[in-house]
């Protein structure tokens, strides 16, 4: 049973950082996707960052070059690391994992964590 929990989200002024952590406990096939995504307050749900079982890593456009995807697979753990946070990047930021694909859809994944919000002002 495969399990995700998120952490690191608070609150930013615009210019901040942030690092976003998730741990993943169960068992992942390979080839997999470890994903975030993000729920604004307008409440659609977006792609922000993957990393594939290759190490292959894909951001959203309003991301490429603030946001950095990274695994440490010694914790099991996912990070994202957020810098020159906007307030356009308020939202709630969840974890997800799949089984392999383009990792930008999101319905190629199969669990999700609960979440963890994101601030900035």
């Known amino acids: 049973h495969v399990q995700l929990v998120e952490s690191g989200g608070g609150s930013v002024q615009a210019g901040g950082s942030l690092r976003l952590s998730c741990t993943v406990s169960g068992d992942i096939d390979i080839p997999y996707c470890l994903g975030w995504f993000r729920q604004g307050p307008d409440e659609v749900r977006e792609g922000v960052a993957a990393i594939d079982s290759d190490g292959y890593t894909s951001y959203t456009d309003s991301v490429k070059g603030r946001f950095t995807i990274s695994q440490d697979n010694a914790k099991n753990t996912l990070h994202l690391q957020m810098n020159s946070l906007k307030p356009e990047d308020t939202g709630m930021y969840y974890c997800?994992?799949?089984?392999?694909?383009?990792?930008?859809?999101?319905?190629?994944?199969?669990?999700w964590g609960r979440g963890t919000q994101v601030t900035v002002s």
């Open positions: 997800a994992a799949g089984g392999g694909g383009t990792c930008r859809e999101e319905d190629e994944y199969s669990h």
